[in-house]
């Protein structure tokens, strides 16, 4: 395969993956988040609302490096992963102004910002690989 037949399958996998983000709503930020929301009251908050990703590219580039099957439930799955309160207690860490907070459970990790009381998916990927 040549340089440029390379280049056209890659252009167009990522605009099948742009428009899977696009039919399913992959992406916008979560913007109900209380004010000064810190701790359990930040991890319920989060849990309250669906979390997706800030931009169709950043889904279609996530649900490409870690697909689920089928591929248009990728958000289904990480949001079950932040919902699940029997798996591992999410932490929190301080990054700048931002507060990142990591679910996990035997499924799956899901790392989600919140920021200026926005929460957007950073990334998610299943364990089944």
């Known amino acids: ?13 990522l605009e099948e993956f742009i428009d899977i983000a696009e039919k ?7 913007t109900n988040i209380a004010a000064g929301s810190k701790g359990l009251q930040l991890i319920d908050a989060i849990r309250a609302v669906e979390v997706k990703f800030g931009s169709k590219l950043s889904a279609a580039c ?28 999410p932490s929190i860490s301080q990054k700048g102004d931002a507060n990142i907070v990591v679910f996990s459970n035997p499924t799956g990790r899901a790392i989600v910002r919140e920021k200026n009381n926005e929460v957007l998916l950073m990334t998610y990927y299943p364990f089944h690989y």
């Open 1 to 13: 395969m040549g340089t440029e037949e390379a280049k056209f399958n890659l252009q167009k996998k």
């Open 24 to 30: 399913q709503e992959m992406f916008g930020a979560a």
């Open 62 to 89: 996530h649900i490409a490096k870690h697909p689920t099957d089928p591929i248009s439930d990728y958000l289904v799955f990480a949001n079950k992963v932040i919902r699940d309160q029997k798996g591992d207690n």
